[in-house]
């Protein structure tokens, strides 16, 4: 079974950064692309990034609008997100998923796997 592990998160002011890490264990059969997606209080589940696993390919929500930069290692079966800029809006609960077949896609039900999150709070 495969597991992700999200950590990273933490209290930061806005303008700061954070760097989220999730590491992925467990038996793997394929190539999967990998996404990140935030939860606040109140809504649904919302795309963030997602990356394939060649790296070839990485698609962002348009809020992040070059604040935010996905990218993996795989040897070490690790994706990050480096988060820039921060607003107090990017406020959340931030997980971690995978996707069967490699091809990058912004649908919470089109992931396969998904981390516990790690808490982001952006103070004003």
């Known amino acids: 079974q495969v597991q992700l592990v999200e950590s990273g998160g933490g209290l930061v002011q806005a303008g700061g950064s954070l760097r989220l890490s999730c590491v992925a264990s467990?038996?793997?059969?394929?190539?999967?692309?990998m996404g990140w997606f935030r939860q606040a209080p109140g809504k649904g589940r919302e795309f963030v990034a997602a990356?394939?696993?060649?790296?070839?390919?990485?698609i962002y929500a348009d809020f992040v609008k070059g604040r935010f930069t996905i990218y993996r290692d795989n040897a070490k079966h690790t994706v990050y997100l480096q988060m820039n800029s921060l607003k107090p809006e990017d406020t959340a609960v931030y997980y971690c998923a995978e996707r069967f077949g490699g091809y990058v896609g912004q649908t919470p039900s089109s992931y396969d796997y998904w981390g516990q999150g790690t808490q982001v709070t952006v103070s004003s």
């Open positions: 990356i394939s696993w060649s790296s070839d390919n990485k």
């Open positions: 467990g038996r793997t059969f394929s190539s999967p692309a």
